[in-house]
């Protein structure tokens, strides 16, 4: 068992599908209309992805999500090399925040344009 994707709502999913290409090495695995008459990206590997939605006007993300029920905290992502990855990330123009080593990894995180979190992090 395994979890195969997550679906989320941005800006411009092309945009975003670009972007976690070049940072992560993964592929477009499809590309299509969607749910309403949006339209949807899948990008990731052959295994596991995200499913990136647009509607073409979706609204700005408010309040905390780390105090509201139901939200999105962040979305992990194992690399082999964490320094590389991170120098991918800022050549992308995100920051990366919280940059940390403990048991298990070293790891940071990263906004994405719509300001999703990302934590990036490395076991090795």
């Known amino acids: 068992m395994y979890l195969e994707h997550v679906n989320l709502t941005v800006t411009d999913p092309h945009k975003s599908a670009e972007s976690l290409q070049r940072i992560f090495g993964w592929h477009v695995r499809w ?3 969607a ?3 949006g339209h949807t ?7 596991t992805y995200l ?11 408010s309040g905390d999500n780390y105090s509201t ?3 999105l905290n962040h979305i992990g992502v194992v690399v082999d090399d964490l320094d590389t990855t991170a120098k991918l990330v800022e050549a992308e123009g ?5 940059q940390a080593d403990y048991e298990p990894g070293r790891r940071f995180y990263f906004n994405d344009r719509d300001g ?3 934590e990036v992090v490395s076991y090795r």
Do not use: C, W
């Open 69 to 71: 029920v139901g939200s």
């Open 41 to 47: 990206v899948h990008v990731g590997t052959d295994d």
């Open 116 to 118: 999703i979190e990302f």
């Open 31 to 33: 590309e299509g209309e």
């Open 94 to 98: 995100f920051a990366t925040f919280n």
């Open 35 to 37: 749910l309403l008459g």
């Open 51 to 61: 499913a990136l939605y647009t509607l073409g006007e979706p609204q700005p993300a």
